[in-house]
């Protein structure tokens, strides 16, 4: 069993949806792979979307770019994955600190990263990203964005448009993307998922990037949102979530 079998679990989680790829198909003598649909094909764009849901519209969104719930998805791991840009933090303790786009970054020691295909999937280039693939580095690039975390599981899989991050009576901060420069107050939102071909129980978190000029700050800086407002079309809302938030890589560690 390869390692990318283990990744297609972690998504199928975040989608509470059946998720394979071409080469595991093949792997196992499968030839289903030349009768799918063009809308079981999950590309990277679909990813998102369906990962940013939770909008008014999502049910329409997604429908458009043929992800569905009811269905098996694939991917080409080639297309979807970026391994070449993977790390291995199941080991590590920082003893120095690390910055990413002028914040404190809080490397997740003690996790395994997955990268995600996304080098020029956005037009204004890969600034964002930084110096990727040097995980070494603690400085910031110029145009960087910060990292953050986000944790989700199959019961809250419709996307990370929530209300998540409430820690007490009046803490809620409003309707907007949620996450966390802290690992750790991201985890408590993940649930254990089972791997169908290991047999063990891992983690899964969203390793994403944050663009500050869309990003609040609260409770002392744990939780940043993204507000999006009600009353928007769906398009108005796509175009702040392209430009403000982007997954980049998928977090599992072993329980």
């Excluded at 020691?109 to 964002?128: E, H, I, M, T």
């Excluded at 690039?141 to 996307?159: C, I, L, N």
Aim: glycine content about 8%; some cysteine; proline content about 5%.
């Amino acid at each position: 069993m390869t390692e990318s079998q283990v990744v297609l679990d972690a998504l199928s989680t975040l989608f509470s949806a059946v998720v394979t790829s071409i080469q595991s198909e093949k792997s196992q003598g499968s030839d289903s792979t030349d009768s799918l649909s063009a809308d079981q094909k999950l590309t990277i764009a679909t990813f998102m979307t369906a990962l940013i849901g939770g909008l008014p519209a999502l049910g329409a969104s997604l429908k458009k770019a043929g992800f569905s719930q009811t269905c098996k998805h694939i991917i080409d791991e080639e297309e979807f994955l970026d391994p070449d840009y993977d790390y291995d933090f199941t080991d590590v303790k920082d003893t120095q600190t690390f910055y990413r786009g002028g914040e404190v970054y809080e490397r997740p020691c003690g996790w395994k990263r997955y990268a995600l295909k996304v080098l020029d999937k956005y037009r204004d280039g890969n600034a964002w990203l930084g110096e990727r693939g040097h995980c070494t580095t603690t400085h910031s690039e110029d145009g960087e964005w910060p990292v953050a975390y986000h944790g989700t599981s199959r019961s809250g899989a419709r996307g990370i448009i929530t209300d998540q991050f409430k820690p007490g009576p009046g803490q809620k901060y409003g309707r907007g993307i949620y996450c966390t420069p802290y690992l750790s107050e991201a985890t408590p939102y993940t649930e254990p998922f089972s791997s169908t071909s290991k047999g063990r129980e891992y983690q899964v978190v969203l390793q994403i990037r944050v663009n500050p000029k869309y990003r609040e700050k609260h409770n002392k800086g744990k939780y940043w949102l993204v507000p999006i407002k009600e009353g928007l079309t769906e398009e108005e809302e796509q175009e702040i979530v392209d430009k403000a938030v982007r997954p980049y890589a998928i977090l599992m560690r072993r329980l």
